[in-house]
């Protein structure tokens, strides 16, 4: 049984920033992907950054302001989120993919705002 749990979010200005944490439990392997997707009201979920073992994937609309980052040992992926924009308001999930099944967080809510 695979279990996320996110945390972090909140509300924050634009150009301020943000830590995102998404703690797992259960059968995590290393080298399986875990990322970050987001889905804003009226807009379908996508994918903001992933990570694999000596990878990593953003969404251009997050380059150079979003860093992914992965604690194996704490089974833990975190997103550091800098300069945040008024679009980047969304919940934001945490997913670990494992033999073709997704597993998804509850989410949490980045609100930016002035």
């Known amino acids: 049984q695979v279990k996320l749990v996110e945390s972090g979010g909140g509300l924050v200005q634009p150009g301020g920033s943000l830590r995102l944490s998404c703690a797992a439990s259960?059968?995590?392997?290393?080298?399986?992907?875990m990322g970050w997707y987001r889905q804003a009201p009226g807009k379908e979920r996508e994918l903001v950054a992933s990570?694999?073992?000596?990878?990593?994937n953003y969404a251009d609309s997050v380059k150079g302001r979003f860093t992914i980052s992965r604690d194996n040992a704490k089974k833990t992926v975190y997103l550091q989120m800098n300069s945040l924009k008024l679009e980047d308001t969304a919940v934001y999930y945490c997913?670990?993919?494992?033999?073709?099944?997704?597993?998804w967080g509850k989410g949490t809510l980045v609100t930016v705002s002035s």
């Open positions: 259960g059968d995590i392997v290393s080298t399986n992907p």
């Open positions: 997913n670990y993919a494992r033999y073709g099944v997704n597993y």
């Open positions: 990570s694999t073992t000596g990878n990593t």
